[in-house]
């Protein structure tokens, strides 16, 4: 494929990021985290986006409606791979064990990926169950 087609998808990603990790970084100035504190807020943006990422592919994959072909690169790799973040994830854990926060270190490695699995299982049944109620899948 011709590098100029894929220009689109690449505007679409970038706007889409850039969207997407300025509500992470707004969340992180409203809600910020102290030093040594169980890291809540970024907890949370991964957790929620994990669940809005369920609801998106359920939307953009079982349903009889076509979407626009930039909808997926701009809402789930742009704003919602922006949103979400495995890199500050990784410094919140770096940050509690500089800290000694042994048992909250622990517990963020363990329930981070266990939540934001269950919130993908939960945004995706939910997105299922409504678009069945409203007989609208494919």
């Known amino acids: 494929m011709h590098v100029r ?6 505007g679409a990603v970038a706007a889409g990021g850039a969207l997407g990790a ?6 992180t100035v409203v809600w910020p985290t102290p030093s040594g504190a169980f890291p809540w807020t970024i907890f949370g943006v ?3 986006g994990c669940a809005v ?22 809402l789930g790799t742009g704003v919602l791979g922006g ?13 509690l ?6 048992l909250r270190l622990l517990a963020y490695l363990a329930a981070t990926p266990v939540a934001a ?12 169950l409504a678009l069945a109620g409203k007989g609208r899948t494919a």
């Open 22 to 27: 300025a509500a992470r970084y707004a969340a």
């Open 83 to 95: 949103f979400t973040t495995f890199s500050t994830f990784a410094l919140d854990v770096q940050r």
């Open 5 to 10: 087609a894929q220009l689109p998808v690449v």
């Open 53 to 74: 990422i369920g609801v998106l592919m359920v939307l953009v994959t079982e349903t009889a409606a076509v979407p626009h072909p930039l909808v997926r690169p701009f």
């Open 117 to 128: 699995l269950a919130a993908v299982w939960a945004g995706t049944a939910t997105a299922r």
């Open 97 to 102: 064990m500089e800290a000694g926060e042994t």
């Open 46 to 48: 991964n957790v929620l």
